[in-house]
């Protein structure tokens, strides 16, 4: 089975960073990925990390660490509408996606 | 918009009744997946669909029954549910070509309740 842990909630203030962790622990790996899902609404998807390292589109970034099990979405320049639920999720070796249980972040003015 | 269509949206039943969800994708993809989404847990994928088979069904009760008649459309069959099956019930599509950023798109969800 799979295993993913993501913290519950975050709370910051308009205009700031924060940083949203995910540990995984899964049979083989195929890639792991960001969504957004605002209340009410559809996951999107926010960014893809297969290989070690840093993938940056604008305001938001996500890092991979396979060796550690480890990845992080950055959220710069916090806006309010960035308030939302984020879901990590990681691709396994049969190409099924197994999802965290979300991180509501909370943003403030 | 994503380009996955669900109706109905909202959805009241009693556990003696039949019902069904569908789900219409407008991407051209050739993989569709159910998924169950409760309060504060993880989303937990129920079935998946690719190239009109069903490739994955994971545990799901017998009261839940797939159909997916073509590549775009897929139906949730609900029959004498349980109160704990109230859910929000996602459907998603993608391309699945054996590698890649394949992400999934997600519809708006059907917001279950079973009384």
């Known amino acids: 089975g799979q295993n993913i842990d993501q913290p519950t909630e975050m709370t910051a203030t308009e205009g700031a960073i924060v940083q949203i962790n995910c540990t995984y622990q899964t049979s083989g790996f195929n890639g792991l990925f960001w969504y957004q899902q605002h209340a009410g609404e559809a996951p999107t998807f926010l960014s893809y990390n297969v290989l070690d390292g840093l993938e940056e589109k604008g305001r938001f970034s996500s890092f991979l660490s396979r060796s550690k099990g480890y990845s992080y979405l950055l959220l710069k320049e916090l806006q309010m509408k960035d308030s939302a639920s984020y879901l990590c999720?990681?691709?396994?070796?049969?190409?099924?996606?197994?999802f965290g249980a979300g991180t509501t972040v909370t943003v403030r003015a | 918009e994503t380009g996955v269509t669900q109706t109905p949206r909202h959805l009241v039943m009693g556990m003696t009744n039949k019902k069904s969800l569908k789900c219409e994708q407008h991407?051209?993809?050739?993989?569709m997946y159910w998924y169950k989404q409760s309060a504060k847990k993880p989303l937990e994928l129920m079935f998946v669909?690719?190239?009109?088979?069903?490739?994955e069904n994971n545990s799901v009760p017998s009261r839940f029954s797939p159909e997916c008649p073509n590549s775009s459309h897929l139906f949730l069959h609900l029959h004498t549910l349980q109160p704990e099956d109230s859910a929000l019930y996602l459907c998603?599509?993608?391309?699945?070509?054996?590698?890649?950023?394949?992400?999934?798109?997600f519809g708006p969800g059907t917001r279950l309740t079973v009384t």
């Open positions: 998603a599509s993608s391309q699945d070509e054996g590698g890649g950023a394949y992400e999934q798109y």
């Open positions: 669909y690719s190239l009109e088979e069903r490739v």
């Open positions: 991407l051209g993809h050739n993989a």
């Open positions: 999720a990681v691709r396994d070796s049969d190409y099924k996606l197994s």
